[in-house]
């Protein structure tokens, strides 16, 4: 019975660590991608494309906050990202003029209360930017509701990561006899690993 309900424990635990590797496997090889953009610069381009213009009808509200006059244009205009308060500036009619930026593109906005437009120019950052901000996120990006399920996605992928680790260990512990092959292992990663941070904390 036990030897039963042994083999039912492991049956669960095998198929969640396999399942649960297949529904992580592409945050996982975009993470992999993303740590090599970090220490390889050189592997994803940060050429930026040509500037897009173009010009949208809006009726400019009386907001005097500029963050918020352009928090309010950012949603109107059905667009997402952050608004740069260090890059804001009105004229003299009260007209303002802003940059915003999101992973893979930035914008110049300016707002023109009199005509009663906004002009917009869109421009790609590349992909290193999307590559950066998607490598272990776990904020959204206003404007976008979409966003959240890829904090829901980090989230879900850090705790199956613990999941996998312990799992592993145990279902490797279980298959070779006594478990050495796994301890020498473990015993050899977490020596390296303590021998760096030893060094980082007491080097200087």
Not at 95 to 111: H, T, V
Not at 127 to 153: A, C, D, K, Q, V
Request: proline share 3%; charged share 15%; glycine share 10%.
């Amino acid at each position: 019975m036990k030897s039963g309900n042994h083999s039912k424990l492991r049956g669960w635990i095998l198929n969640i660590h396999l399942y649960g590797g297949l529904l992580s496997c592409w945050y996982l090889l975009l993470f992999g991608i993303s740590s090599l953009g970090f220490n390889h610069p050189g592997l994803v381009s940060k050429s930026k494309g040509a500037v897009l213009s173009r010009q949208v009808s809006m009726k400019v509200p009386q907001i005097e906050d500029d963050l918020k006059l352009a928090e309010f244009a950012r949603d109107r205009l059905g667009l997402i990202g952050w608004p740069l308060p260090w890059n804001m500036e009105r004229d003299s009619a009260g007209n303002l003029r802003f940059e915003m930026s999101r992973p893979g593109k930035s914008y110049q906005i300016y707002l023109d209360r009199a005509a009663g437009v906004a002009r917009i120019e869109a421009q790609s950052t590349g992909y290193r930017s999307i590559l950066h901000f998607l490598h272990g996120s776990t904020e959204g990006i206003p404007g976008s509701n979409y966003m959240t399920f890829w904090s829901l996605y980090t989230e879900f992928t850090t705790w199956f990561v613990l999941f996998a680790l312990f799992s592993g260990i145990w279902l490797w512990a279980k298959r070779d006899q006594g478990g050495k092959t796994v301890l020498a292992a473990l015993l050899i990663s977490v020596a390296v690993s303590l021998a760096f941070m030893a060094y980082l904390t007491f080097q200087g």
